[in-house]
């Protein structure tokens, strides 16, 4: 089952940067922290940092310790055989796929929303951007956090759901009640038909309707 995803925008140095609520964790946009360094091409700059041998090191260790499902057998190959070398590229969707990581979450597509990430994760790239940048990044996001509208918007999209779900259980609970009653009318209806008491009134109402 999908988890409901949730965004709202905080703004950085003038940037507009998405956070977004899934299930439980934020996870905040890379592909808008990565414009602050290149507009035109944020993707290129996500790719970049993810094949630095250093950031590597950093978010692979992270998912060592907060993803038991952690594909870490091929993380340390590609450490070995692949990581410090030029040849070496290391892209969002790579991590999803071929690692089951969890701390980068790639979008792709026409409908693209861009790459997000915890905010461990976001914090480091942020720095590797801009030390600046960063601490202004930790500052409005601790912010955002505290913000009632934004708990508000949570809570609120948390009592659609419930609201959703209740409404679904009673309809489905009255449509179970019914339906066993309507088969029991009209068993009981089939069988009056055809009793003699029910014939003797449907011939009187005829005789009636002749004498009329």
Not at 3 to 16: L, Y
Not at 159 to 164: N, P, T, Y
Not at 183 to 195: A, F, G, P, V
Request: glycine share 4%; net charge positive.
């Amino acid at each position: 089952m999908e988890k409901k995803r949730i965004e709202i925008q905080m703004s950085v140095k003038n940037k507009s940067i998405r956070v977004a609520k899934i299930g439980k964790v934020d996870y905040i946009s890379l592909t808008d922290l990565a414009k602050y360094q290149n507009e035109q091409d944020p993707s290129g700059v996500i790719r970049n940092w993810m094949s630095n041998k250093n950031s590597f090191d950093f978010y692979s260790l992270w998912e060592e310790l907060h993803n038991d499902n952690f594909n870490s057998v091929e993380s340390h190959r590609i450490k070995i055989e692949e990581v410090g070398y030029n040849r070496f590229t290391m892209t969002p969707n790579r991590w999803k796929k071929e690692f089951n990581a969890i701390g980068i979450i790639p979008s792709s597509g026409k409908y693209s929303v861009g790459t997000f990430a915890h905010p461990d994760i976001a914090f480091e790239f942020a720095s590797w951007l801009n030390t600046e940048f960063k601490l202004y990044l930790i500052t409005e996001f601790e912010r955002l956090k505290q913000n009632e509208s934004y708990q508000n918007k949570i809570d609120w999209s948390v009592k659609r759901e419930l609201a959703k779900t209740n409404y679904k259980i009673h309809t489905d609970s009255i449509k179970e009640n019914l339906i066993p009653t309507l088969t029991e009318n009209q068993k009981q209806y089939c069988i009056l038909k055809d009793s003699k008491g029910i014939k003797k009134i449907e011939s009187l109402e005829d005789s009636n309707k002749q004498l009329g």
